[in-house]
């Protein structure tokens, strides 16, 4: 499954209609962040079981804002709407797919 880009007008609709959804908080101007790119491509079409989407915080600072994110990339991970585990900077492919799976196991 693609992953899933969305802004200020689709991000909560997106959280209500998914129960598990991983959102990549990012901005074109981040390195790091397109390091990270290739690695959530590749699990969200590993993990069908979770919607994966990216938010790109240079066009609106109010949701990441709501979720205190302060550093791009930032993962948060969302269980029916609500944020249970973060992941802040680039993070090896190994460790975020140890998340990942850790997050599926406590369904």
Not at 37 to 45: C, E, F, S, T
Not at 47 to 51: D, L, Q
């Given at each position: 499954?693609?992953?899933i880009?969305?802004d200020?007008?689709n991000?909560?609709?997106?959280?209500r209609?998914?129960?598990?959804?991983v959102?990549?908080?990012?901005?074109?101007?981040?390195?790091?962040c397109?390091?990270l790119?290739?690695?959530?491509?590749?699990?969200?079409?590993e993990?069908?079981?979770?919607?994966f989407?990216r938010?790109?915080?240079?066009?609106d600072?109010?949701?990441p804002?709501?979720y205190?994110?302060?550093?791009v990339?930032?993962?948060?991970?969302?269980?029916?709407s609500?944020?249970v585990d973060?992941?802040?900077?680039?993070t090896?492919?190994?460790?975020i797919?140890?998340?990942?799976?850790?997050?599926?196991?406590i369904l």
């Open positions: 499954m693609a992953v880009e969305v200020s007008k991000f909560d609709s997106v959280l209609e998914n129960k598990n959804v959102v990549e908080f990012w901005a074109d101007w981040c390195a790091p397109k390091k790119k290739p690695i959530i491509d590749k699990l969200a079409n993990f069908s079981e979770i919607v989407v938010f790109n915080v240079a066009e600072s109010e949701i804002k709501r205190g994110v302060s550093a990339p930032t993962l948060i991970f969302f269980r029916n609500k944020p973060v992941i802040i900077g680039v090896p492919e190994n460790k797919k140890r998340k990942v799976r850790e997050f599926l196991e």
